[in-house]
């Protein structure tokens, strides 16, 4: 079993930047493949970003947030720059220690463990 904490959320100007972190305990985290999603207000779950190998990242965030992990850490981190008001909503973090094709990590449904998520909130 893994253990997944987020933190790091938190409100922001739009403009701003936040680091958010995602914490696993339980296991030897550094083969994992680990996702970020969100959950806007009233909207669906949506992949953000992913990294095991390699990292991909959803349209509306490529080029202004960053997915990386420390090992030693057991951490996975997703460092948000220029955040935007529609970048508000519930950030959550997820693993999987299955390979699948990376066009399947962007899915909720290859995640085994999910954290409880972090509220971000950016004001305009």
């Known amino acids: 079993q893994v253990q997944l904490v987020e933190s790091g959320g938190g409100l922001v100007q739009a403009g701003g930047s936040l680091r958010l972190s995602c914490a696993a305990s339980?296991?030897?985290?550094?083969?994992?493949?680990v996702g970020w999603f969100r959950q806007p207000p009233g909207k669906e779950r949506e992949f953000v970003a992913f990294i095991r190998w390699s990292t991909s990242y959803a349209d509306s965030v490529k080029g202004r947030f960053t997915i990386s992990r420390d090992n030693a850490k057991n951490t996975v981190y997703l460092q948000m720059n220029s955040l935007k008001p529609e970048d508000t909503a519930v950030y959550y973090c997820?693993?999987?220690?299955?390979?699948?094709?990376?066009?399947?990590?962007?899915?909720?449904?290859?995640?085994?463990?999910w954290g409880q998520g972090t509220q971000v909130t950016v004001s305009s």
């Open positions: 997820a693993a999987t220690n299955i390979y699948y094709s990376i066009s399947e990590y962007s899915r909720g449904r290859a995640y085994d463990y």
């Open positions: 339980g296991r030897t985290f550094s083969s994992y493949a």
